[in-house]
């Protein structure tokens, strides 16, 4: 499909859930982030990232990238007791700060409330969030009228269609038969 799916998202203020505080790294003050930047060390470009809750901003500088995540020094952090007391903090930015999606790619927060159409335009339901649980991205469908929420794979088989400024995608609903070229 080509749709890089850049970051997570939050369901407050459109703002974007761009990484994690794993804990703490070594006895300096660094720490360990567990990113959903495309490029890990993109994380540190944004300039200072907030906390959860809002109140906190975090100026970050990246030591180095390792298999677990980014080791990072927090700006006013300099041993490991202040680094484990950030432990499991959540960083955003607000979605204005992202640059633009380039054609063919799409944030998980645009796609989001759009409603889902199947090929004969006919609404199914609405995007509620996009999820992957290690597989790749999946579409999590809130059927019309239900409780009951469907998760379609993110191709092109099952999602041929994405119309972010019409609102909408167009979907082939699992056990519907995709159409092949």
Same mark, same amino acid.
């Given at each position: 499909m ?5 970051v /997570?998202?939050s +369901?407050?203020d459109? !703002?974007i859930?761009?990484? !994690?505080? /794993?804990?703490?790294? =070594?006895i300096? $003050? ?7 930047? $495309? +490029?890990?060390? $993109?994380? &540190?470009?944004? =300039?200072?990232? @907030?906390?959860e809750?809002? #109140? ?5 500088? #990246?030591? !180095?990238?390792?298999?677990?995540g980014v080791i /990072?020094?927090?700006e =006013?952090?300099? +041993?490991?007791?202040?680094?484990? &007391?950030?432990?499991?903090l ?10 633009? &999606?380039t054609?063919? @790619? ?6 989001? =409330?759009?409603? /889902? ?5 006919q609404? #199914? ?9 290690? &597989? $790749? ?9 239900? !409780? ?15 119309d972010v400024?019409g ?15």
């Amino acid at each position: 499909m080509g749709a890089q799916h850049r970051v /997570a998202m939050s +369901d407050k203020d459109r !703002r974007i859930l761009l990484g !994690r505080i /794993a804990g703490p790294h =070594g006895i300096q $003050g660094n720490v360990v982030i567990e990113t959903y930047t $495309g +490029d890990p060390q $993109g994380i &540190a470009a944004y =300039g200072p990232l @907030e906390t959860e809750d809002g #109140i906190r901003q975090l100026a970050i500088s #990246i030591v !180095r990238v390792t298999p677990k995540g980014v080791i /990072a020094l927090v700006e =006013g952090v300099s +041993d490991r007791t202040g680094a484990e &007391a950030l432990k499991g903090l959540k960083l955003y930015i607000d979605r204005d700060r992202l640059p633009a &999606a380039t054609e063919g @790619e799409f944030y998980q927060t645009d796609l989001v =409330g759009l409603k /889902a159409a199947d090929r004969n335009g006919q609404c #199914i339901g609405t995007v509620v969030a996009v999820q992957n649980y290690g &597989a $790749g991205d999946l579409l999590e469908i809130r059927l019309e009228g239900k !409780r009951k929420t469907e998760l379609v794979p993110f191709t092109d088989a099952f999602v041929p269609l994405i119309d972010v400024p019409g609102g909408r995608v167009v979907v082939v609903l699992p056990g519907d038969k995709p159409e092949t070229d």
